[in-house]
């Protein structure tokens, strides 16, 4: 029997479905990419965007039409409002949240479906210490053989009114950190080489379960552990995560990004606004001048770091004055990457009771202009870059032919001539030879060895050329 899931929505659904996969494969369903061919047909919905709803609506329907030929079951997981939550509840046969994953297989026989495996949840746990269900526990069918997610918290405190992940999600839920770190081990000793670490305010881990009494490691913590991972195996790998809150952002967290070879030297920080009380009115719980600080942290301790953030163009009450001030912080923290979204409310978030009083036209308009702020910025950056060698991890087959698409560790596309698919999942190092604002295009030199103590050198010439092209992004910003 044969199972498709489509996961909608960001990273934490996608790593929520690799759980669900590993549940449905343990107890003998086998995954098929074809949908008209699946016997049970899932998806890992997100009532964040009214697009990703939709779609699970689009789809839901499509597979009703389905049943009156053929017999096939539905379900549905993932980030759910609770409006939506009872419609759906009408239309797919299996509602489950996340973290009844793994009564699963249990559900499924109470549906009156014989499981080609025949399993009790119970016995999915089987050889673990205790009953303990916790859907962190199953280990997940990851999607890639290098490059892996791993969920380290689950739910948001931080009540932004423009967003909907606290009510679908719930309060923030820190995952244990042995169990994280035993994931992390795992991934490190079976060659992975791309570790993100994933919740929705990952600088806050820790803190639910040590106001609650337990022993926890705080996130710096958690990622020093994770940095000495690379220490004791000498193994290669880089270690992201998203998304940090500037708030919670601690001087601790970014020194010890500096301190591990490991832990990768990017970051994302998402800014939303440039003026205060635009930020008020998100409850975002900082001001310009605290994000500046942390910026300038990073700024000093990591030069070479690259900086993305999201950032939402008329919000409700977004005057021209207050966009301005946005674009103006746009200019001052020159990010290599920004995830510009026009607001729209969410259903279920606090704003959604507030007029959208921006004209369309108006979002639009903002949203091009800060578009363009972006492209002048990272392209003086990658411009920088022309004729040095840089180390990327191979990602895939590009879309050019004869092409490989690479990221460099700062998470900057870079693709290179070559049909040698055998690179895909490996350091290499790419001379640059041209630049656009969103990618680079190189040259190939050779393939990097995998050990940190045999690369030294290699990471001393990127973190120079990085800082170079820091320098010339930041130049073009002030210019501009
Ligand atoms: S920090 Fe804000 S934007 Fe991020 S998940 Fe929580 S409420 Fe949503």
Redesign the pocket.
Known sequence: MKYHIVALGCQMNQSDSERIRSVLERVGYERTDVEEEADLLGVVACSVRQKAIDKVYSRIHKWSEWKKSRSVMTFASGCILPADREKLMDRFDLLFTINELPQLPDMLRDYGLVTPGSLRAAEIDSGRDDADREYWKIDPAYSSRFDAFVPIQNG?????T?????YTRGREVSRPSDEILAEVRRLVDSGYRSITLLG??VNSYGLDRQSSGATERSFADLLDAIGSIGTETDRRFWTYFT?P?PRDMTDTVIDTIARHRVLAKQLHL?I?SGDDKVLIRM??NYRVSQYRRVVDKIRSTIPEATLFTDIIVGFSGETSEQFEQTRAAMREFAYNMAYIAMYSPRPGAASARWEDDVPQDQKRWRLHELGQEMMATSHAYNRALVGREVTVLVERPDRKEGYLSAKTEGRLIVRFASEDESLVGRFVTVRIDSATALSMEGSFVGVEPDTLSATSDLARRDHAAFRCALDAMVGAAVGG
């Open positions: 948001c405190d931080k009540f932004c423009f967003c909907a992940v606290p929705q305010n998304s809150h998402p939303q409850n975002r």
